[in-house]
């Protein structure tokens, strides 16, 4: 039975990593063009986009549930979902307390897990729309949007909101049911028998959570997107990025599904992260597709993704159609 859409989720509010090397994964996160925000946690080191949405590192611990990355090694250990009311706290505490732990701490955030042992949590938006950045203006032949001023420059990316997150698991039809069923998630597109992309929310961003199938078992963090501003912004935050020696994972490219320009690097948060400009928004008159689950879905365009096989470097394990 369908959660419909009781519960008013606003997006991804914040992902806490933990990680092997702190030190690292700040550095990297600064780099990106987050804003480091004194914690009053010792343990807790925080960075923040633009419009309040954030990552928290933690040293990783075993030894600790809450500082144990989902997949081992460093990645994901709690993924925090906004809501707009404390009504759909409430909704979600009756909903998801029927079959699994869900309890409020005491800042009035609610944790629980997914089925796949995923651990989740649930709090009022910190986020605040981005109202004051003036809008990329575009000249085409016929339409002239920008008259008599220079288009802007890059020297680095400053991400203005966290897009969606992407998890690696062993099947991700089967991954997706607890969102789609007990939170009411909604499919916007799938990879055929590959990849599942899922909105929180029925108007808005094409997808907040990505579900694909690994290349290797098990699951874990495959990659965090965040929106800037254009893709001239993907473009002088990737070179920036990469001129302070990190490595690309993929791109720059133009994803087909979702339309984003996207730039990925290889991080220390235990997958890669996405800079992403132009993605597709959405209605409820949105009808989801399926993709076939070739190489070439993967991207319209791209630099260096491509390997001489036909097969990607990039993030989307290889077609099982073709590998049969
Ligand atoms: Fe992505």
Redesign the pocket.
């Known amino acids: 039975m369908s959660a419909g859409n009781r519960f008013r989720f606003t997006g991804v509010e914040c992902v806490k990593f933990a990680v092997q090397d702190v030190a690292e994964a700040c550095r990297f996160a600064s780099d990106w063009g987050l804003t480091y925000i004194a914690s009053t946690d010792p343990e807790m080191k925080v960075f923040r986009a633009v419009d309040g949405s954030e990552v928290q590192v933690f040293a990783a611990d075993p030894s600790r549930i809450e500082r144990t990355p989902i997949g081992g090694g460093s990645g994901l250990c709690e993924l925090v979902f906004g809501v707009e009311d404390q009504q759909t706290l409430d909704a979600l505490l009756d909903e998801l307390s029927k079959d699994r732990r869900a309890e409020f701490d005491a800042e009035g955030v609610l944790h629980s897990v997914d089925d796949l042992g995923i651990n989740l949590a649930f709090r009022i938006a910190q986020r605040r729309a981005v109202t004051t950045q003036e809008v990329t203006r575009y000249n085409a032949p016929g339409h002239a949007e920008r008259i008599n001023r220079r288009a802007p420059r890059y020297e680095a990316a400053k991400p203005r909101e966290i897009s ?1 997150i ?1 998890i690696g698991v062993d099947d991700a039809g089967e991954a997706v049911q607890f969102y789609l069923k007990r939170l009411g998630f909604i499919v916007s597109d799938r990879y055929a028998n590959r990849g599942v992309f899922m909105r929180c929310s029925p108007a808005g961003n094409h997808h907040h959570v ?1 579900f694909m199938n690994a290349k290797v078992p098990g699951t874990r963090f495959n ?1 965090l ?1 965040f929106k800037v501003r254009d893709i001239h912004e993907v473009i002088g935050g990737g070179q920036h990025v990469e001129s302070l020696g990190w490595k690309t994972f993929a791109g720059p490219g133009r994803h087909i599904i979702s339309s984003a320009c ?1 730039w990925y690097f290889q991080t220390p948060f235990g997958g890669s992260w ?1 800079y ?1 400009a132009d993605e597709d928004i959405v209605t409820p008159a949105w009808e989801a597709q399926d993709f076939a689950a070739t190489s070439h879905v993967f991207t319209e365009w791209t630099f260096g993704l491509e390997k001489s096989d036909g097969t990607l470097k990039g993030p989307i394990s290889g077609s099982k159609e073709k590998a049969l």
Do not use: M, S
């Open positions: 969606h992407a990505f990659h997107a996207f996405e992403a």
